[in-house]
């Protein structure tokens, strides 16, 4: 499976951006983030049918993981941003349904988009 995440930039503290990952097939999808100099974390997964989700306690209340499958795409949106949001976003996928939450369940990788919240 091939994984494409779109959609960082710059924004003030509070901002909103949504990030977008093209991935076709049955696969969970999850989007991780990797600030500087510290580890790849889990920020949000998604099962195929996209009644199942898992939002991490750090971003719960102010981004929400969603998809269309019809488009083949998997949608971060990310409101309230804070300067502890800033990091390389990816999105991944595994091949079954559970929504894993360690970067070693995954294995397919997209590159990343960066993400920079000033203050």
Do not use: H
């Amino acid at each position: 499976v091939q994984l494409q995440a779109f959609g960082g930039g710059l924004v003030q503290a509070g901002g909103s951006l949504r990030l977008s990952c093209a991935a076709s097939g049955k696969y969970v999808v999850g989007w991780f983030r990797q600030a500087p100099g510290k580890e790849r974390e889990i920020v949000a997964a998604i099962n195929w049918s996209g009644a199942g989700t898992y939002t991490a306690t750090s971003v719960k209340g102010r981004f929400t993981i969603s998809r269309d499958n019809a488009k083949n795409t998997v949608t971060l949106q990310m409101n309230d941003l804070k300067p502890e949001d800033t990091a390389v976003y990816y999105c991944a996928a595994r091949g079954d349904s559970y929504l894993a939450r360690t970067v070693s369940a995954y294995e397919y990788w997209g590159q990343g988009t960066e993400v920079t919240v000033s203050s």
